[in-house]
């Protein structure tokens, strides 16, 4: 009858003798049983093999394992992530491999970074003056990311020409409180920063900036913060600051992650400075002037809060570089 009819059959007739003899048998659904399908059974020989190779090499990918061992790639990721519990990451850039002292010396300043601010409240943060140079270039192209644009899933991707940072820069010194910048020193071309040199801007520009943006303070009543470089510590340089009445807090070495300028100022500047062409140094010097000003006090003492805990990650990580706030 139902070859007959005219209606199409919803399932095969092997399907139905099937579930005409698991009805039979006492079963009452339909559906598979659990765990059904073809299972792959990994011999620990292979494993052991395959974790041999890895281990002589972390940097062999799947395709040479496979080759080497004689299993199929995709057995060998099976391995390596279920049965050996690994996953592949990319090596994280620091700025130095640091030894025992090292790490020691930066828990230990971080300390006594901590323990003053805990002794004397914000009045300790409130006399640093901190300071450092960098180079400004007159043209420094965006990064790949400052690029980007949203697009439609129908339009083709925006293309740009790549481009050379410029061979023409300059050096800045900048010095800032937890109010804002104080100076921002444009070195003369062809000038090096050594300690006579320094030790002039600290004098003569700094002295005035001091004066002028913060009347009524006394440079001595300041503490000068700044990283271990050489014109930071000569000689001569410390006799200058001695002579001001100047005190000092000791920066660990190595350490740009605890140094206010590297973690924040710079990269703030350089980022809005990318991808702007510069002709002369008044227009660099405008520009990077422009845009400090619009850092509000806030922002100065958001750059002094995030030092603090960044001395305390330092203790936390045992003076190890760390990447996350």
Not at 79 to 104: F, G, Q, Y
Not at 216 to 225: P, S
Not at 247 to 272: G, I
């Amino acid at each position: 009858m139902l070859d007959q009819a005219d209606i199409k059959p919803s399932v095969c007739r092997t399907l139905v003798f099937k579930w005409h003899k698991r009805f039979s048998d006492g079963w009452t659904s339909v559906e598979d049983d659990p765990g059904r399908g073809r299972k792959t059974i990994i011999e620990e020989n292979l494993i052991l093999r395959v974790k041999n190779v890895i281990e002589s090499d972390r940097r062999h990918t799947v395709q040479e394992i496979s080759a080497v061992v004689g299993i199929s790639t995709g057995t060998v990721h099976t391995i390596l992530t279920e049965h050996l519990n690994m996953c592949r990451v990319s090596a994280r850039w620091i700025p130095r491999l640091l030894s025992v002292n090292d790490k020691a010396k930066r828990v230990r300043l971080s300390r006594n970074f901590l323990r003053r601010h805990a002794s004397e409240g914000d009045s300790f943060i409130n006399k640093i003056i901190t300071t450092d140079e960098t180079w400004l270039f007159y043209f420094d192209p965006e990064t790949k990311q400052q690029s980007s644009a949203w697009k439609r899933k129908s339009s083709p991707p925006p293309q740009k020409a790549k481009l050379r940072q410029s061979s023409r820069k300059n050096m800045f010194i900048f010095f800032m409180d937890i109010q804002g910048m104080l100076l921002i020193h444009a070195v003369p071309a062809h000038q090096t920063v050594n300690a006579d040199y320094y030790s002039k801007v600290i004098r003569r520009d700094l002295l005035h900036a001091v004066r002028k943006k913060r009347p009524g303070t006394n440079l001595a009543e300041m503490i000068l913060h700044q990283d271990n470089a050489p014109a930071h510590r000569a000689e001569t340089t410390i006799l200058e600051l001695d002579l001001l009445g100047l005190e000092r807090v000791e920066h660990a070495p190595y350490s740009p992650d605890l140094a206010p300028m590297d973690f924040k100022v710079f990269p703030t500047v350089k980022s809005q400075l990318r991808g702007r062409k510069f002709d002369n140094i008044d227009e660099l010097k405008y520009a990077t002037r422009s845009i400090v000003s619009k850092l509000d006090k806030k922002w100065y003492r958001d750059v002094y809060d995030e030092w603090i805990r960044r001395h305390k990650l330092c203790i936390k990580h045992k003076g190890e570089f760390f990447e996350k706030m």
